[in-house]
Structures are given as structure tokens and as C-alpha cells.
């Protein structure tokens, strides 16, 4: 079960820098003939180099390695391949055909999208099992494979009639005793080897996560922090202002506001990609046709024959004429070629990269063949484009006014927060004369939980920890309420009821922090890395 690796490496040494002395002919042709020979020397060079790179080459990594055609993407220094890609697609799309997922345009770019991540994790989680020296060794894989031999890979024999009882249900005993003496028949090696490859990889992933998942530290001050949490109540009494109970009308937002604030944000909330205006006709399967698993494909090849029937005609005269003379109903649509937002089609209509590529690739005027999505087949033309830009401010004035509307009333209670409890201890009596204002008193509840009204949060939790009898808060915010609160009563820590209950809520809380350490991890070396996803422009 072993099998054996090469390696090759390739050595390259620096260029000599040269200086021009003198700007005549001459010397041009014999610079000209060095840069000559020096782009052969990288061609050549790049050429070598490209299979010892991890799908780079020298050119790559010069001009950036920014070919589609090339690439389905990068990962900081190397270059995801088409066919690596294509592997991993077509992997996640056998995963949805096993679990009778129907294979629609959603799914298509589902399958896509979790290949990609997949791609982009595997890359990161390989290069640290690399740094960390946890790659799997090749009696770890034997041994795997001998003791502990995954079900898919039991597949493999029980398909072909091996090591099976009379239930057809996989014998451990005589796989393992078949292994041992040697009796395996040769034509499973290819799929050894296979295995071989993928266990390298995931067994040191594995041992990666059990790593990670083993390396919290947890302070004495946050089990006891949990412990009153959850174990300790108190008595409060609290004055708070509900955001939504402040009337529009006493906040001002300016024109100069809304331009500032889109002005501001623009790159980030109101950036537009570059679109293609299409024209379509659609024929609709309604929904009950496609539960339909006997009528369904005749249904779907009968609406076919209408769309290609007037895709025809559309080539014959053109698109609009066939419109009128068919009568059908055109719609319009603007599309782009990211994968995000159904890429502009409407979300009950699905999506289809097919059609996406053909807008992309094709000329204006340009006439589609019938393509299906997820309840229609369409038939479309290609009009013009919308280059990237912006969203135009008074298509987003509304919302942003929105927005900062719940920004000044949060400021404006506030105010009324300094201004009026500033002169005034009297909560019960300040509610009484401001109707924005309301007061509760002994409310009781644990400290972390959550209070009528004004819910729950980290300020607020946090003071309740730090409030002794009689004291009071600083102003304290929640989602939508600004408030105080007055300690009446908190009861007294119970140092042998958290000693009883230490080492229960140690195990908890690590438990809790070890399952997010791995993630924690990954998402933070992807968030400050370089990756670059290509796909949108070749799928």
C-alpha cells in the first residue's frame, strides 16, 4: 500500500543588472539582443517550471497570473486550475445526485461555490499541516485504512462482491486478514493510491483541528464570570427610552447628511458590477409538471419545440419582430457575472450559468438556443451594458435616510438622557412628566439574563456585575433602547456552590471555545491572504 514520490527542484539564479552608457544604435541592438534572450530564458524557463509551482509559472508570477483561461482562481501564490476545479465540482455534484438533490441551476452553483471553499480551505489547511510537520506518514495511512477503513472505501469491495457476508454487509475480519497476507487483487492499487492521496491530506487536517481544538486557555475570572452569570440574581430597578417611540419629526436629516453618508459608503454598499441589458421570452413549467416524473420530460421537450420555434424566427427577421408576429410578452432584465444575487435574475426564476456566459460571450444582438431555468425555458438577446458604477443616490436616498434616521434618535435620547436625569434622581416622577421615558422597578432576573423591554446585552450584563446595592449605571444601550439601571439587591457569591460547580462549567466553556478555535483560525489566515476567484468570467 505504499507508493512511491518524486520531487524535482529547479534552481534559478539572478540576472546580472546592466546600465545603458550610451544612447546610440549600436548599443540598442545589443540590449535588444539580451532582452531578447533573456524572454526566451524565462519562456524556456517557465515552461520547466510550471509542473514544480503548484500550477504556477514563471510568467505567472511576473504579470500576476490574472488569465481566466489559465486559472479558475489564485490562493496567494498558486494557481487553481481549471481541472482541479472542475474535480472538485464535479465531486459535490455526485454528492447532491446521491441524496436525490434535483440538479437545478441553485444547485449547480451551490456545488460550485462549496468547491471553491473547499479549494480555498484545503490550500491553507495544507500549508500549516506542512509548517507544523503533521503531514500523515505512510503507517498512519496502513494503519487507517487497515483498522478503521471508511465506509465508502468498504464500498469499493462489497461492489465487487468482496469481503462480504450473506447480508452482502462488509466482513472487517477478512479484509484484514486478505491485507495482511498479501491477497489483494492488483486492480484495487489504482484506487489505493487514490485513497493514499486523499488520506495524506485529510488524516493531517484532522490532526490539525484535534490540535487546534486542544489549545484553549481559560482564566479563573471567566468561569467565575459564567458562574454568576447564570447562578446569581438580582433586583433592579431601570429608566430606559425606546428608539422607535421618538417621532420622525423631531429628527433632521439633511440633503448634506445623505450625500455625506453615501458619499462615505459608496464603495462598499453601493458599488454596481458591469451588466448586460437582455431581452427574454419565457415558457413557464408550472409546478405541478415538475413533481411530475412521468409527463415531465415530454412537457419539457414540447416547451422546447415552442422556443425553438420562435428563436427561429428571431434569427429570420429579429427578436422584437418574432415578438409581435408570435405574441408573445418580452421582459427585461440586467445581469452581471457574479455568482451573487441569482447574478440578476430574479430569485423565483433561478439562476443558469449557461445563460449568464452566453450574455458575457456573445455580441449584441445576438440570439440564444432555449434554456432552462429553474420554472421556465427562455429564449433571450443581448441588448447593451451598464458599465460598473454606482447605485444612483436618489435610488438609495430613502434607505439611507433610513439609516440615519436610527442613528440620531439613538443621539437624540441621548441627550435627553444627560439633560434630564442630570436634574433628576426621581425616575418614577421623570416618566410621569416625559412619555418617552419609562420606568420599572423590581424587576428581578439572573444577571446574564434578559430584562422586560430592554432585553439583553454585553453593557448590560457587564454593569450588573460591577453594581453593588444602591449604586447606579452609567447610560447603557441596547438594540433599539437607551437606559439606566439602580441595583437594589444581588445576591452574596457563593464561594462553595462555585466551587461544587467549577471544574462543570471549566469543561463547558472550554468545550464551547475549542469548537471555534479551528474556524477561528481559518477565517482569520483567509482574511488576510489574497485570494482571487475567476470563475464568474469562464462559468
Known sequence: MAFKRSAVQLRLSPHKNWSFDMFNMTQIREKSSIVLWLFLIIFILSMVAGGLLGGANIVDLIFGGTDPSRYAGWVDDRGISHQEFQNQYNNQLSAFQQQNRPIDGRTSQTASNTAWNIIVDNEFKNKKVKELGLAAQQTEIYEFLF?????????????????????????????????????????????????????????????????????????????????????????????????????????????????????????????????RIVNYVSWAIPNEIKLDTLN???????????????????????????????????????????????????????????????????????????????????????????????????DV??????????????????????????????WSALSKQDTLFTFVSNESG??????????????????????????????????????????????????????????????QLIATKNRSNYQSWLNHIKDNSTVNDYRSKMY
Open 446 to 507: 439572573t444577571i446574564g439574563g434578559s430584562f422586560k423591554d430592554i432585553g439583553k446585552s454585553n453593557e448590560i450584563t457587564g454593569a450588573l456585575l460591577a453594581l453593588e446595592a444602591s449604586e447606579v449605571s452609567n447610560v447603557l444601550t441596547t438594540y433599539n433602547t437607551i437606559c439606566k439601571i439602580r441595583m437594589n439587591s444581588k445576591d452574596v457569591f457563593d464561594e462553595a456552590a462555585y466551587d461544587e460547580s467549577y471544574n462543570e462549567i471549566k469543561k
Open 147 to 275: 483498522y478503521t477503513p471508511p465506509p465508502s472505501f468498504q464500498n469499493m469491495f462489497i461492489a465487487a462482491g468482496m469481503f462480504v457476508d450473506d447480508e452482502n454487509k462488509f466482513v472487517l475480519e477478512d479484509y484484514q486478514q486478505a491485507v495482511e497476507s498479501g491477497d489483494l487483487p492488483e486492480e484495487f492499487n489504482a484506487a489505493f493510491a487514490r485513497w493514499e492521496s486523499y488520506l495524506k491530506n485529510w488524516l493531517g487536517n484532522r490532526k490539525l483541528q484535534n490540535l487546534y481544538s486542544k489549545a484553549s486557555t481559560l482564566s479563573n475570572q471567566e468561569i467565575q464570570f459564567e458562574y454568576m452569570k447564570n447562578n446569581m440574581n438580582c433586583n433592579i430597578d431601570y429608566i430606559f427610552i425606546n428608539t422607535n417611540k421618538i417621532s420622525n419629526n423631531d429628527i433632521n436629516i439633511s440633503d448634506e447628511d445623505i450625500q455625506n453618508y453615501y458619499n462615505e459608503n459608496k464603495e462598499e454598499n453601493y458599488a454596481t458590477p458591469e451588466t
Open 397 to 426: 436616498e430613502n434607505s439611507i435616510k433610513s439609516i440615519l434616521i436610527r442613528e440620531k434618535k439613538k443621539t437624540y435620547a441621548l441627550e435627553l438622557f444627560e439633560s434630564k436625569l442630570e436634574s433628576s434622581d426621581d
Open 296 to 394: 415531465y420530460t415530454s412537457y419539457i421537450d414540447s416547451l422546447k419545440d415552442q422556443a425553438l420555434l420562435f428563436a427561429d424566427e428571431a434569427d429570420i427577421t429579429s427578436f422584437n419582430k418574432a415578438v409581435e408576429e408570435l405574441e408573445y410578452k418580452s421582459e427585461s432584465l440586467q445581469i452581471h457575472e457574479g455568482f451573487n444575487s441569482n447574478s440578476g435574475f430574479p430569485f423565483q426564476m433561478g439562476t443558469s450559468r449557461l445563460a449568464v456566459r452566453f450574455i458575457f460571450d456573445n455580441d449584441f444582438g445576438s440570439i440564444s438556443d432555449p434554456i432552462q431555468m429553474d420554472n421556465q425555458i427562455i429564449v433571450l438577446t443581448i441588448l447593451d451594458e451598464e458599465p460598473a458604477g454606482y447605485k444612483p443616490l436618489e
